[in-house]
């Protein structure tokens, strides 16, 4: 499944470092998702965007910033982050309106040092 | 949304049928059931939804009770790559219907 692309696939960063995630959806969908899975947690909904407006913020905290700039691509902006914030960060994208089935990205692995 | 209920685990042999129920006694008459399933470390897989009839795709079928308070996702011939945790989940109330609340699922074994 190539649908939803995300980068990068793997990454290790410091607290005080800034590091952007990236997802790219090619499926034509209007509406984008970050998850976060800890391990051994179920996935945590982050941040949802239909038509490149936020729709939801789950009580993120602010050190997690996303963007979405247009309907195909949706950024997670990372700093000053914690290393309980180390998990895999899922993107997905559905179709919009009543069609919410979603499909998702690989994920990035994301580790604080 | 309405809260599901599922087996923690299941064992099937490869080329059998794998029935995984679902219990979602709360669900209102606006929401439908999907199923998703996540190989280990990799994103969750979209299998198939439903609403009020069965479903059958290239994947799975999907059998839902006619008072619509339980649900079965049969796999009808599993292989080894069936191995995965499935989830099912009730979405689809009012403004809300984008959100997709997952549990921990049932961790479906094939066993060769």
């Known amino acids: 499944e190539t649908g939803v692309t995300q980068t990068p696939r793997h990454l290790v960063m410091g607290m005080t470092n800034k590091k952007s995630l990236k997802c790219e959806q090619h499926?034509?969908?209007?509406?984008m998702y970050w998850y976060k899975q800890s391990a051994k947690k179920p996935l945590e909904l982050m941040f949802v965007?239909?038509?490149?407006?936020?729709?939801e913020n789950n009580s993120v905290p602010s050190r997690f910033s996303p963007e979405c700039p247009n309907s195909s691509h949706l950024f997670l902006h990372l700093h000053t982050l914690q290393p309980e914030d180390s998990a895999l960060y899922l993107c997905?994208?559905?179709?919009?309106?009543?069609?919410?089935?979603?499909?998702f990205g690989p994920g990035t692995r994301l580790t604080v040092t | 949304d309405a809260k599901t209920t599922q087996p923690p685990s299941m064992d099937c042999a490869e080329g059998r049928a794998a029935n995984l129920p679902c219990n979602h006694s709360?669900?209102?008459?606006?929401?439908?059931v999907y199923w998703y399933r996540q190989i280990h470390s990799q994103g969750p897989q979209y299998i198939i939804h439903?609403?009020?009839n069965n479903e059958t795709n290239e994947m799975a079928s999907l059998i839902i009770t006619e008072d619509r308070k339980s649900s079965t996702l049969i796999l009808p011939h599993a292989t080894l790559r069936d191995t995965a945790v499935y989830y099912c989940?009730?979405?689809?109330?009012?403004?809300?219907?984008?959100?997709?609340?997952f549990g921990k699922g049932t961790l479906l074994t094939v066993n060769p």
């Open positions: 997905a994208s559905s179709p919009g309106g009543i069609r919410q089935e979603q499909y």
């Open positions: 499926l034509g969908h209007n509406a």
């Open positions: 965007y239909s038509l490149e407006e936020r729709v």
């Open positions: 709360t669900i209102s008459g606006n929401e439908y």
């Open positions: 439903g609403l009020k």
């Open positions: 989940i009730v979405s689809g109330s009012g403004g809300s219907n984008y959100k997709l609340t």
